[in-house]
C-alpha cells in the first residue's frame, strides 16, 4: 500500500493548475485521487459533464510527478501508462483534447493519442513503432492490438486503465469483450489500477464487481459517488384535444405546432427520438412544417455516415446550428455546453435513458436541466407523470451482466493465437478471474480448445476450421496468414444484418441502410434518408448508388430491432400511475389530460386496480379477440403471449393471429376463444415455464436467428474483404447450413447450447416473465366481455392492422373507426 502525503510535489501541481482555471476540485475528485494514489481499484459513480475526466485521470499524473519529482517535464517516450476504454468513438476525440491540453500546460512530454476505427492507419503504424503515454480506445481496438505480434512489450509500462461509461457495456457482448481485455493486461501486469466509471444505474456494486472480477487476492474495491445533485426540469407537450381511442401511427408529429415554439425560445436543442426512422420522418415534418429552419436543424443517427455526424457534432459545438433531431447515438458523447434544451420524443421506456437525455442540457458541473415529453399518443402521458416522480426518487434500472458467452471467448483465444500464442493454463487461470467466466469448467474449456484445433467433431475434416496449432513450445498459435488476416478484419461483438453503403453516383458517402430494405426498392424508387429525398441508381458491390429527387417520398428506412421495450422499472411504476389515474384528484396535469380516455376505458370497461389483472373478450368481423393487461412491455409480451396461446390450444384445437403493445397483448381467433375454461386450468401458472414457451414457438427458427451472430463472432462465418463483402442471405445461408450440420450430428454443440439460452434469456426475458406470472397469479382475474374495443384496446389493434395495410389505407381505417368507437 502506498503512503499518501498531499504536500508532495504532484498534488501541488495540480491544485494549481486547478487554481490557474479558476476552478476548485470537488470532494469526491480528491477522494477518488486518494484511492488511486492508495492502489485501490474502484467504481466512480458520476453523470456526464461532472468532472470525472479529472477525477481518473490526475491521480495517474500525479503518481508520474511524485515518481519523477525532478525530471517529470524531461522524461519523454515513457510507453503506454494510462489505457482509457470508451465505448463511443465519438467521447474519444473531446478526451483526446482535454487530456491532451492539460499535459501540455503541465509541461509534462506526453502524447495523447486516439486509437479507433476512425483513425489513419499512419497513425496506428507509428503507435506500433512507439505508443502514446495516454491511449484512448475502445474495446474492439484493444482487441486488435492484442492481436498484433509482441503486444506484452507495448504494455509493459501499463499503470492504469479506465473504462468509462461501464453502465453502457455491462449488458452486452461488448462488456464481456472488455472484462477478457483486462484480464490480459492484468496477467502482464499483476499491480495493474483499474477503475470504471458509471452513470447512475440500480445495481452499482454487481457493476463494480463485473469489472473488477473475483481475485480475491486484490484489495477490496471500492465504489465513489460523485455528490453531484442536478436539477431537472420536466415538461410535458399537452395536445388541445385528446384523441378518445389512441394510437401510436403518427409518432408524435400531430404534435409539431407545439415543438415549435419551443424551439424558437430555446438557444439550441436535442430531439431525441427513439429509432433511426422516426428521427428521419420529424427532421422531414419539422423542415416542412418551418422551412426557415433550413440552415439551422441537422439529422444525427447511428446510420449515417462517420464524417457526417462529426460535421453535426462540431456544427452544434460552435454554434452553427442550433437543433439536431437524433437517436441514442447522442445519450453520449461530446460535451455539448450550447445544449439549454431537451426534447424526448414519445416513451424513453426506462428512467436512466430519460435522466441520461435530460442531462444533456446544462451540461457543466451544477447546471440545470431542461426536457420536455412529448407522447406519440394520449397514454403515453402517464408514463409522462411516472417519469416525473422518476427524477426525485432516482430509482434506477439494474444492468444485468451476460455470462459465459461461448462465441466472444472462442473469438479472444484465436485474437491470442494470432499474435503471441498463448498457454491454456495459463490464460484458463486469467479468465476463471473474470465475473462473466467465473463458473467456466474444465469440461467445457476443453471442447473449447478442441474446436479452435480441429473445428469439432463435426468440422474436423475441414482444414480452415483447423485454425490453431500447438507449437514445440506448448503455445498455441494460428500460424495460417489468411486465417489470421480474416480475424483480425472480424474482431468485435456487434452482430448486425448487413448493410449497404448509401452513396450519390458522383460524391460523398451517406451512411448505411439495411440490406432488407433496398432488397424492397427497385431501381427509380425513391426514399428518404439523411435527411433527404433519393432515388435509387443501382445497387453494386454492397452499395447502393442513388441521387437526389424531387418531390415527396413516404418511405424511410427502418431497422430490424428499433423497437424498445419498457423495462421493468417503467413497467412498475406505470401501473403504480394507473392507479393514481383511478383517483378523480390526481394533482398530475398529464393524468388530468387523459381523464377523458379513462373515463370511457372505465365505462367500457375498467382501468385495473394494483391487484388487479385485466383480460378483455370481444367480437368483430374479424373473430373473437382477447385482449390481456400486464403491462410489463413488449418483449415480455411477446413470450407470455405465445404462452397463452400454446396453453389455450392445448384445451382445443385453435389458432390465432397475436399482436402487441408495451401495455397489453391480443390473442384473435376465428373460433371462441376459452380464456375463463383456461384460467380455471391455471392458464398463469409458472410451471413448465421453459417447457411451455420453448413449445408454443419455433423455438428452432429463433435460436438459428441468434445463431447467425453468435457464428460471426465465433468466426464461422466470415463477412468478406473490404469492397468484396459477402450478401447477408449468403451470410444467412452458411450460418442457417453450420446450425443444421451441428444440429444434427453435434446437437451438445456450445454454440447451439448458447443460441438456445440467448433466445430463452435476452428475446423471451424468461426471467422477467416468471416474475410477471407470479405477480398475475397473485392478483384478481377481472374478465370483461364488451361489445366494442376500449381505449385500452384499440392501440394493440391498430398495431394489428399496420402489419398488413400501408400508411394511408392504415390512417383511413383508424380514422373511420375512432369516429364509429365515439359515436358509440
Known amino acids: 500500500m502506498k503512503h499518501i502525503n498531499k504536500d508532495n510535489i504532484g498534488y501541488s501541481v495540480i491544485t494549481e493548475w486547478f487554481t490557474d482555471q479558476n476552478w476548485q476540485p470537488f470532494n469526491w475528485q480528491q477522494e477518488v485521487w486518494d484511492a488511486c494514489l492508495a492502489g485501490k481499484n474502484g467504481l466512480l459513480n458520476a453523470p456526464t459533464g461532472s468532472g470525472k475526466t479529472f477525477a481518473l485521470f490526475m491521480p495517474v499524473l500525479i503518481d508520474w510527478m511524485n515518481t519523477y519529482p525532478d525530471s517529470y517535464q524531461d522524461q519523454s517516450s515513457n510507453g503506454c501508462r494510462l489505457i482509457w476504454i470508451t465505448p463511443l468513438r465519438a467521447l474519444a476525440k473531446d478526451l483526446e483534447a482535454a487530456m491532451q491540453q492539460v499535459v501540455d500546460d503541465l509541461g509534462i512530454p506526453w502524447r495523447v493519442q486516439r486509437r479507433t476505427g476512425d483513425v489513419s492507419s499512419s497513425v496506428k503504424q507509428k503507435q506500433k513503432i512507439r505508443m502514446p503515454e495516454v491511449l484512448i480506445t475502445t474495446p474492439e481496438s484493444l482487441h486488435i492490438l492484442l492481436a498484433q505480434k509482441e503486444y506484452p512489450k507495448r504494455f509493459k509500462n501499463l499503470s492504469t486503465v479506465v473504462i468509462d461509461e461501464w453502465h453502457e457495456l455491462i449488458s452486452s457482448k461488448r462488456g464481456t469483450q472488455t472484462e477478457l481485455g483486462l484480464s490480459r493486461l492484468r496477467g502482464l501486469n499483476p499491480g495493474l489500477n483499474v477503475w470504471g466509471v458509471s452513470a447512475t444505474i440500480g445495481n452499482l456494486d454487481e457493476a463494480r464487481d463485473v469489472l473488477l472480477g473475483v481475485d480475491d487476492d486484490n484489495p477490496p474495491p471500492v465504489t465513489i459517488q460523485a455528490d453531484q445533485s442536478k436539477t431537472i426540469h420536466v415538461h410535458s407537450v399537452l395536445p388541445d384535444d385528446v384523441e378518445k381511442f389512441p394510437w401510436t401511427g403518427h409518432l408524435g408529429t400531430n404534435l409539431l405546432h ?184 474444465r469440461r467445457e474449456w476443453s471442447w473449447i480448445l478442441d474446436f479452435i484445433q480441429t473445428g469439432g467433431r463435426s468440422l474436423g475434416r475441414y482444414d480452415e476450421y483447423n485454425k490453431v496449432i500447438v507449437d514445440d513450445d506448448g503455445r498455441w498459435r494460428v500460424w495460417d496468414r489468411t486465417i489470421a488476416r480474416r480475424h483480425r478484419m472480424s474482431i468485435g461483438t456487434i452482430a448486425s444484418d448487413s448493410m449497404l453503403r448509401v452513396r450519390y453516383l458522383k460524391g460523398r458517402t451517406l451512411g448505411r441502410v439495411e440490406e432488407w430494405f433496398i432488397s424492397q426498392l427497385n431501381t427509380g424508387d425513391t426514399f428518404w434518408f439523411a435527411g433527404r429525398n433519393l432515388e435509387l441508381v443501382k445497387i453494386k458491390n454492397m452499395t447502393a448508388y442513388v441521387r437526389r429527387a424531387g418531390g415527396a417520398s413516404s418511405k424511410v428506412p427502418s431497422y430490424l430491432g428499433g423497437r424498445m421495450s419498457l423495462s421493468s422499472n417503467m413497467s412498475d411504476r406505470l401501473r403504480r400511475k394507473l392507479q393514481d389515474a383511478r383517483s378523480a384528484d390526481t394533482a398530475s396535469v398529464d393524468l388530468q389530460t387523459i381523464k377523458p380516455i379513462l373515463d370511457i376505458q372505465n365505462k367500457r370497461s375498467i382501468v385495473p386496480a394494483p391487484g388487479q389483472f385485466l383480460i378483455e373478450k370481444s367480437w368483430s368481423k374479424e373473430g373473437c379477440h382477447c385482449f390481456f393487461f400486464p403491462f410489463e412491455g413488449r418483449y415480455v409480451h411477446e413470450g407470455m403471449s405465445a404462452l397463452f396461446a400454446h396453453r389455450i390450444s392445448k384445451i382445443m384445437p385453435i389458432s390465432f393471429s397475436i399482436a402487441m403493445n408495451d401495455y397489453g397483448f391480443e390473442l384473435l381467433s376465428d373460433q371462441d376463444i376459452p380464456v375463463q375454461e383456461a384460467i380455471d386450468r391455471n392458464l398463469f401458472t409458472e410451471e413448465d415455464l421453459v417447457k411451455d414457451i420453448m413449445g408454443s414457438l419455433n423455438d428452432t427458427e429463433l435460436a438459428k436467428r441468434r445463431f447467425r451472430g453468435i457464428s460471426q463472432i465465433a468466426g464461422l462465418v466470415f463477412k468478406g474483404f473490404p469492397g468484396n463483402q459477402k450478401k447477408g442471405k449468403h451470410l444467412q445461408m452458411s450460418s442457417g447450413l453450420f446450425f443444421d450440420v451441428f444440429m444434427e450430428y453435434e446437437p451438445d454443440h456450445l454454440l447451439i447450447r448458447q443460441a438456445y439460452d440467448e433466445v430463452l434469456n435476452e428475446q423471451l426475458d424468461e426471467a422477467r416473465l416468471r416474475k410477471s406470472l ?35 389505407k392504415l390512417i383511413d381505417r383508424v380514422m373511420k373507426m375512432q369516429k364509429e368507437l365515439e359515436k358509440e
Open 258 to 441: 407545439k415543438v415549435l415554439p419551443i424551439l424558437d425560445k430555446s438557444g439550441s436543442t436535442l430531439i431525441f427520438t427513439n429509432t433511426r426512422a422516426q428521427s428521419e420522418i420529424w427532421f422531414q415534418q419539422l423542415l416542412e412544417a418551418k422551412p426557415d429552419l433550413a440552415g439551422t436543424i441537422a439529422l444525427h443517427h447511428g446510420s449515417l455516415d462517420r464524417n457526417i455526424r462529426d460535421w453535426v457534432e462540431d456544427a452544434l459545438h460552435s454554434g452553427l446550428i442550433k437543433i439536431v433531431v437524433c437517436t441514442s447515438s447522442l445519450d453520449l458523447g461530446v460535451d455539448f455546453a450550447p445544449v439549454d434544451t431537451v426534447i424526448q420524443v414519445g416513451s424513453p421506456k426506462g428512467v436512466a435513458r430519460f435522466l441520461q437525455r435530460a442531462g444533456r442540457s446544462g451540461h457543466q458541473p451544477g447546471a440545470d436541466s431542461t426536457i420536455w415529453f412529448v407522447p406519440t399518443h394520449a397514454l403515453e402521458l402517464i408514463e409522462a407523470s411516472a417519469l416525473k416522480d422518476a427524477v426525485h426518487d432516482k430509482k434506477m434500472e439494474t444492468r444485468d451482466p451476460i455470462l459465459k458467452p461461448y462465441d466472444v471467448l472462442i473469438q479472444y483465444l484465436i485474437t491470442l493465437a494470432v499474435s503471441e500464442g498463448f498457454r491454456p493454463e495459463t490464460i484458463y487461470r486469467e479468465i476463471k478471474q473474470t465475473f462473466a467466466y467465473q463458473t467456466l469448467n
Open 774 to 808: 407470479q405477480r398475475i397469479h397473485t392478483q384478481e382475474v377481472i374478465l370483461k366481455e364488451i361489445d366494442r374495443f376500449s381505449p385500452f384496446a384499440f392501440p394493440i389493434f391498430v398495431d394489428r392492422l399496420r402489419e398488413r395495410l400501408s400508411s394511408e
